[in-house]
């Protein structure tokens, strides 16, 4: 009997610890600044590509004119293999990041964080941030003139991307 409440007050103590730890090194935060910088890169990549071509890309592959496969090749073939990161961009997107502000350009569609109905965009200006699934899909509905609606899973069951009366 004391050997059992030892050992809870022992397992009590090494949650306790871990709990800390956790908070304390903020681990969800390191998970956060990589699909922040993923966002990031591709948002950028999106105003390279117009830029070099005059048109906005479609799809993921549509980047490899632009210069993330040289500045980050690693990345970038992780990027293609993953197939988790999804182009939206209207085709009444303007060149200046400034100006697209309420614009959705890409976001992440695969993994932990869209298994649970968090989702990480890149908005027009380039800013990235998590947003719930549900305003995800009502972003995508109000945005018209999508240059490509096809559907992504954002989890089991629920397609993202797929922008109504279009």
Known sequence: ??????????????????????????????????????????????????????????????????????????WWTDQLALDANAIVCPKNLKPDPKDNRHVILCYHCKGLDAERGRMWVCWGDLRTEPIPLEALNEHLKKQRNVENPAPEMGRVGIQVGVVDGE
């Open 1 to 74: 009997m004391r050997w059992a409440n030892n050992a809870t007050i022992v397992v009590a103590l090494v949650l306790i610890v871990g709990i800390v730890a956790y908070n304390y090194c903020d681990v969800m935060w390191m998970s956060d600044l990589g699909s922040h910088s993923d966002m990031r890169l591709i948002g950028e990549g999106i105003y390279e590509y117009h830029a070099k071509t005059e048109k906005w890309p479609s799809k993921l592959d549509d980047l490899s004119e632009t210069s993330l496969p040289l500045k980050y090749p690693q």
